[in-house]
Each structure stands twice: as structure tokens, then as C-alpha cells.
């Protein structure tokens, strides 16, 4: 079965926050750009950006009322008021034209400058009109003091002081505030292009009507509403057979597009796992590469520490090299095992020209910056999930369960695509929280559970949704977090305390 | 001061939660649309869906491996292995051409249509590859049992089976669910347009430099950004000054296009606060309608449950009467207040004409289902926040200081866009908390202070933020919840257990 048949050798799980790890090591932030004011809620922030001048920016009245001098008023009191002559009124906008001097008040509505001489506001509510030898005046009914009701400058922000930081979620609150010190566009990071398709032969579109054997492929629509949920743009690019070369064909069009791919399906022990079978292909070339360099320098110390698939840097005299330099010792992996030969690298139906063709089609998708990742995660549901970089850029390969691509997006590809976006701390925060029911199935690895969140007589408690079957379809959108049972032969009970990682809703 | 003086008068406050009632009972859902698929997360359904098939559509291998009769390997192990023949093996999208009979197996690859006669299937690494007289065959090295590993159709959900309630958020394990069974497209609610302006003759566009005494127009593009969040489309109109004239021209094009408006300042007992003289004048005409009802019926009876303002349908030959059917009654309100002469109706620098062309235009503006729906709130900040219908708009007039703006909408606005988009729950649910620190400073009325919303051993847990002055701009973007302070001389202390509602974030 060529190429295919590999797929389910040396695949060695690595524990989920390891390959987060990995993952998080291989992305860096996307190119900046602007947005409108407006409609840069939920972006994240690309520079940290400062106040423009002190707010506020001018003493400001904090009601509607009379600017007086609060010595004026100190005794005033409903019996004893005091009456005080009015000088100007300020509308909302204006500057008082007279300044307060001792005896008078200026009528100033809410936000105004507080006119020179003026230390104090007194509410309009505590006043009553008058008149003082026939000019207009207003009597002040209740003791003042000198500030009352009067913002300073300043007194919020400090000219130059921080308002936000590089890669925080622009919230409305920020656009308020931003708004203030006239930012009427914010630097943002760019929102992530994410190629999303699915392999299998066994997939029809999801307005074709059902046929024996075949089923809709539905992953691809939800990972896109995923995409867009966390900040990124997915370009559909519907379904592919399990063929290397098809999906050869559709990676190299992904990455000419998108800053990320996302595929689900293909990643498992099965003939057909086509994804499967390019990671291998992937790790193989690793090797060879690694064996290469250390057949020439004699330099066991140059396997990086990650392990198989998980070098970052490769010595400058390998890196360059062309994939033909590995040819000699391409038929073997650096721990013995055969591997198929080029020519047998071939789709079900290929033929010789053809397999050349795959074979120079998948050297230049595996140019530059390309490893695997991970290609086996000690979890459940979802242990085949896989990453890899290709030229740089990350693919996910998700489980073609729609529960295990479910979890397999939150826990790698949601990271990394905050990551993307700026997001320095871009691993979901986990909570504690109360189990409401048992979970008596255990599991070798971590299992991950959809639950609901339940904040309740202010505790915390955790639902468990279908954990019994990872393809329960009616779980997932009713997942408000994922729930993470520890790995064990027994399961969680009922009161005891779990970790709970929250979904954004 | 004309039309403006008007609107410190006969403003009665009614509580939050009758406010709120008040809002939805005056909100029907919007029309209904298409959304592709994969666009319409976060949207909310407009119709109940059902299955269309049972699902799985047939009975499907839970895993990679070879379908068989389990009677043939009940006794199967590690030291006795059972041989079967293997006749077929089943590509994903394919269905088998061999029947499953005794000693025989068919290799099966996951969600593969599991072949007649075969009742279960076994793990791809619980066999071996072998050879029985020269044929394929495979090794079973462990017991089996009829059903393992194998969906039986409609296991998850029989055809005609409710997947999602009309008014549902739409999440993405609902389009994974519903793309399975071929809905390409869901029926949603549209989404509110909603115009936005500010009113102040003091306010700057956020892009221009500061002027004395005035400050720029941040509201504007918070509220923008939180219609956007709640799942509106904004139409910033910009900012006004303080003219009823502007207002009146604003209000009739925002009604031309928009759902919904939503303006910032000018609501307060001001003498420029145009909004509150513009719904001040609209509580007359309310009053004044009634009281010639009254007068021609000499019914009291047909005074609506509600209270001023609040009425909800009106006798059908006073529905339809021209404005100057009530010119007889127009100079006293119901409880006798005086009321100012029509002509007095003018903006600070209007003239006769405009006078008569602005009455026109508020009599056009208040046409139809046109009504004062609240118009003072018992709360803190923001107790001026109002809201009316006007042509069977809503129309909510926030407060322009930005903390008071920002709790006026999450009580009032996004009530009323998730109601408009077919929410049948549309007001937000609060959680119980265990308040961090002190809140010392008591409030005649309901407080609303912006808090932290905390989930620490598995406690739920308020962090109250700038809680001392409604201005602080700063605290804003941190807000995760809004923590209600109960009416009272005094605060809430540490420890205590407080009502929080959890902000969208």
C-alpha cells in the first residue's frame, strides 16, 4: 500500500501540554495592521498605546449646577442659604467668559470646564433661583466644600501614562477610552488565514443528498465557525479523497494562501489516513536529514533535545540542502527502521510518472521550514491529533470525529492561533471545579471531557456532557468547557474537585 | 429655555427589573434569513430543525480493524488466536461487496459502513496479518463480543428528531450536528441594524484635536463596538449638538434605516439635555392623547396599567388621530402640570418658521407607535437612562458619561438586540459571588459596579472595580460582570455573597 502503509509506524505520543508546547515554540505574531475604532473590538493590540493627555484634560464639572467658590457656601445650609450672584452660564462645549470671584457663581452643565476662580460645583438640585438687586442669582441651600463635584485635571490619566498593552483583547471599554485620547484607529495584529479542508473518500458536501457508505462532511464548517470564533478568517476549501497526491495538490494551494491549515480526518492508523501518511513521509525526511549531518560531522549532539520531529534549528550546511542530498540514506530512519522506497510512494492508483511527480510535489512542500511536530498526543478523545510546520506555517491534522476535532482545536489550534494574534499568554487558563456526576470510565491518557460550567450558590461545578462516546454529536454545542480527567484506571466521583478548561461562547 | 426647559419635570423612576420588562414587552424578534453554514455562528436560529435521516445513516465502525462475527472470536486471546479469512476490505466511502459469514472478516476502515453479517469489529492492533490456505486472512488475538465497536443507525439521533430549538445560539458543534444532516444553509434572525449617535455640542470626533472645554466623542464607537459584541450591525451617525432640530432631523433618518437607536448624553436634568426634552415632550403627547380620550369617553378606566408613558395600545379612534385633535388639551398634562405653549418649542437660536417646522417634525417623528417606555431609572450610575418607542423603534438614550453609557446598555440594549434576534431568554442570568473587598459607600437605589468575575478553588468569586466614581474610564475594559450593590445606607463587606451578571467578553 506504499506510502499509505506507514502511517501507522513510530508515532510516540507526546502529553498535551508538551506538544502545546511545541506548537507555541513554532508560531510567531502575524504582521500588524490598522482598524477602524470601532470595529476593532475582539482584535487584539499590536502596540501598547499611552494617554495623549491628561483626563481629564480640563477641571471638569461633574453635574449640572453652579461653579462657585466653596469658601462662598462653607455655613449654607436650607435655613441659612446662601445667595450668590450668577455671572455667565456655560453651555456644554463653551468656556465661561467671567471668572468666579467671591459672591458670584457660573450655571455650568455636566462636563464642562470649571471656570477660573471656581473650586467647587453645587448640584442643581440643591439650589434655587433668585435675583440680587434685580440681577440673577442663585441661592445655594446646602454647605459646600472646596472641590466637591470638580474633577482636576489629570486625575484619571497622566499625559504618557499606559492605557493598554501590546496584546490585549480590545474590549468596548477600551475603544471608550481609547476614543478619548483620540485613537480613531488602533494598531492590531492581523487576524490569521486559515485554510480549513477534510480528506476522506467516504465525505460528500453538505448539501449533497446521503449515499450508501458516505457521510457529510460537517468538520469543515465547524472548524471554520471555530476560526472565526477566535479571531481568524478560514478559507473553505471543501473535501478531498484520500490521495497523497490530491492532498498534496490542495496543501501547496493552503499555504500560497493562508497563514495556518487545518485538516480534519486522515490522521489515523487506518490504509487510507492520508494525512498520516505525509507526516511519516515528513518525519522521515527529519531523519535523513539529522542522519545526513551526523554521518558527515559525526556529531551525535546535534539530535535536538525535542526528540524525533521536534528540531527547531538545523546547522546552517543542512538547512540549505536540497532533498536529493538525503538520498543515500533515505531507505533507512535513524532508529532502523525500513522505510518504503521513493517509488513506492504512490495513491492507490498511481503510476511511475505520476509518483515522480508526487515525490517532487511533496520535496517542495517539505522545503525550508518543515517538521512534524507531534503525530500522537496521550489523550483521549483525539491521540492521533498531529501538527507539523510547512514552510513555517502550522497544520493541524484533527481527528475526523467531530468530538476528538472538537477538543483537538481547543486544545492546539485555538493557542495557536492566539499566538498568532499577539496573545502572550495564549494557553487557555484552566479553573477548579466541583464534578455534579461520576465519570467511571478511565482512561490511560488525559481525558477530555465537554462539560457544561455551572456557577452555582457561588461554587463552580462541572457537568459532564456524552463522555461516554467521543462522536455524541449533541454534546459539543452544549460544551461550555472541557473538562480534564486525570489519566488513571479509574474515573472521577461525583464532588471531587476538577480542572476545567473554560470555551469561548 | 423653551422645549429644553421642560426636562427636569415629572421624571418617575421605575426599577431595573421593570424597566427591562417594560423594553421586551414593547421588542418583537426581527425577520428571519439564510446563513450559509459555516457564517452563521453565533447567530440565533430562527426555526426549530430536525433530523433528516437516522444517524448514523447505517451501522458504522467506531475504529480501523476488521469487521466480523463476534460468535467467531467470543473465545479469542493472546495464547489462542482465531484465524478468519479475510474476503473484502471496505475503503472509507465504500461499501463492501462481501457479506460477512462464518470464519470470515472484512478490513474496515473508521465510520465505514460495517458489512451484512458482521455484528462487531476488532481493533486493527488487537490482530495480525496471516494466511489461511494461501488466502489473506488475520490473526484475532482477543475475545470479541456482538456490537463492539460498532453505531447502530439512529444511535445518536432518529430521523425527525429535534437538534436545535428556534432562538438557540448557534455554536459550532451546532453546525457540526446540523451539517450532517445536510443543512447548508440555517434560518436565522436578522441582525438589529442599530443607529448610534451622540448628543453635545461639546463632543469632537474622536480624530480631531482637543478644544477647551471640549472632549471627544468615545461613546460613540463604544457603543458601535458593543452592538457589534451583542450581535448588531451599528450605524454611527455621529455626534449632534445640543439643538432639538438636529436631533429631530437625526431620529427621522436613523428610523429610515435602522431597528433600533441608541444615542449617548443629553439625558440628564440639564438645560441643553435635548433627549430628555425630546422625551419629555413625547410623555405629553401621551398624556395629551389619553386625557382627549378621556375627555370624549369620559372613561378613566382607559388609563393604561402600565403608568405614564407606558401604555401600550390606545382606543382605535384615538390611534389614529391627527396631532391637532389634541390642540384643546395640549397646554395641561394629565396631573395638571403647565405646560409649555407649542411655540415655545424653539432651539436656542430658532426662529418662528423653524419652530413650526419643528413641531411638524415631531408630530411626524411621533406618529404611530410612538411612546415613553421609562424615562428615569432607580439605579446607579446612569439613573436618567431612558427609553421609547418611536414608530415601534426602540430608541434608549444612555447616559454620556461612558461608565453610566456602558451599564445603560448591558441592562437595556443587549436585552433587547438578543430579544429582536429571536432569544426567547433575553435577559441576562445572574450568578451568586463572594464579594472580594468592601464596598462601602451605600445608594438610595440599586448600584451597578463593574467587577472582576473570579473562579478561584472553585469558588465564584466578585472583584469590585473602580467602584468609587462612575467616570473611571480605566476600569471599564476590566470588567467581566456587573455586581449589583442592593439599595441601602450602607455597601456590601468582603466575604459576603453578592448578585453578579457576567458580561459577554
Same mark, same amino acid.
Given at each position: ?121 453645587? =448640584? @442643581?438640585?440643591?439650589?434655587?433661583? *433668585? &435675583? !440680587? ?5 442663585? #441661592? %445655594?441651600?446646602?454647605? +459646600? ?31 471608550? =477610552? @481609547?476614543?478619548?485620547?483620540?485613537? *480613531? &484607529? !488602533? ?5 490569521? #488565514? %486559515?485554510?480549513?479542508? +477534510? ?40 473535501? !478531498? ?6 492532498? %498534496? ?257
Amino acid at each position: 500500500m506504499g506510502l499509505q502503509g506507514t502511517s501507522r509506524f513510530n508515532r510516540r505520543a507526546v502529553k498535551v501540554s508538551e506538544a502545546q508546547q511545541r506548537v507555541l515554540a513554532a508560531i510567531q505574531p502575524l504582521h500588524t495592521e490598522k482598524a477602524a475604532l470601532w470595529q476593532s473590538g475582539g482584535r487584539r493590540l499590536a502596540e501598547k498605546l499611552v494617554a495623549t493627555s491628561d483626563w481629564p484634560p480640563f477641571a471638569r464639572s461633574g453635574l449640572d449646577g453652579f461653579a462657585i467658590r466653596g469658601a462662598d457656601a462653607a455655613q449654607a445650609s436650607p435655613e441659612h442659604p446662601v445667595t450668590l450672584r450668577v455671572v455667565d452660564a456655560i453651555a456644554a462645549g463653551q468656556v465661561a467668559r467671567e471668572r468666579v470671584g467671591p459672591g458670584t457663581a457660573v450655571r455650568i452643565m455636566t462636563g464642562a470646564a470649571v471656570p477660573d476662580g471656581a473650586d467647587a460645583v453645587v =448640584m @442643581l438640585e440643591q439650589t434655587a433661583d *433668585a &435675583e !440680587l438687586d434685580g440681577q440673577p442669582a442663585v #441661592r %445655594v441651600k446646602h454647605a +459646600a466644600v472646596p472641590g466637591q463635584n470638580v474633577a482636576p485635571p489629570g486625575e484619571e490619566f497622566r499625559r504618557g501614562s499606559a492605557l493598554a498593552e501590546p496584546g490585549a483583547v480590545i474590549r468596548p471599554g477600551h475603544i471608550a =477610552m @481609547l476614543g478619548s485620547f483620540g485613537y *480613531a &484607529e !488602533l494598531p492590531v495584529y492581523a487576524r490569521p #488565514r %486559515v485554510a480549513v479542508f +477534510a480528506t476522506g473518500t467516504e465525505l460528500l458536501p453538505v448539501d449533497a443528498p446521503l449515499e450508501p457508505g458516505k457521510i457529510r462532511d460537517s468538520n469543515s464548517a465547524m472548524v471554520a465557525a471555530m476560526v472565526v470564533q477566535y479571531g481568524g478568517e478560514p478559507v473553505v476549501m471543501g473535501t !478531498l479523497p484520500d490521495r497523497v497526491d490530491a492532498v %498534496v495538490e490542495a496543501l501547496t494551494a493552503a499555504l500560497a494562501v493562508a497563514d495556518c491549515i487545518v485538516t480534519t480526518g486522515g490522521v489515523s492508523v487506518g490504509d487510507y489516513d492520508v494525512m498520516a501518511a505525509i507526516l511519516s513521509r515528513l518525519k522521515q525526511q527529519g531523519r535523513n536529514s539529522r542522519q545526513a549531518c551526523q554521518n558527515r560531522e559525526g556529531a551525535e549532539g546535534t539530535m535536538p533535545v525535542g526528540g524525533e520531529g521536534a528540531e527547531s534549528t538545523m546547522p546552517a550546511d543542512v538547512e540549505g540542502a536540497k532533498p536529493h542530498d538525503c538520498d543515500a540514506v533515505e531507505r533507512f530512519s535513524c532508529d532502523g527502521t525500513l522505510l518504503p522506497e521513493p517509488e513506492s510512494a504512490v495513491s492507490p492508483d498511481g503510476e511511475d510518472d505520476s509518483n515522480r511527480s508526487i515525490e517532487a510535489e511533496l520535496h517542495s512542500l517539505f522545503q525550508d521550514d518543515s517538521r512534524v511536530l507531534f503525530d500522537k498526543v496521550a489523550m483521549r478523545p483525539g491521540s492521533p491529533t498531529s501538527a507539523m510546520l510547512l514552510g513555517g506555517k502550522p497544520l493541524f491534522a484533527l481527528s475526523g470525529n467531530p468530538g476528538a476535532c472538537f477538543v483537538g482545536f481547543e486544545l492546539f489550534v485555538r493557542p495557536a492561533l492566539s499566538r498568532m494574534q499577539g496573545d502572550p499568554e495564549p494557553l487557555p487558563l484552566a479553573v477548579e471545579a466541583e464534578l455534579t456526576e461520576s465519570i467511571i470510565k478511565g482512561s490511560p491518557h488525559e481525558r477530555y471531557v465537554r462539560a457544561k460550567l455551572l456557577m452555582r450558590e457561588g461554587r463552580v461545578l462541572a457537568e459532564p456532557l456524552g463522555f461516554g462516546k467521543s462522536s455524541m454529536m449533541a454534546s459539543i454545542p452544549e460544551a461550555e468547557a472541557l473538562l480534564v480527567v486525570p489519566p488513571g484506571s479509574k474515573g472521577v466521583s461525583s464532588g471531587e474537585r476538577v480542572k476545567l478548561i473554560p470555551i469561548q461562547r
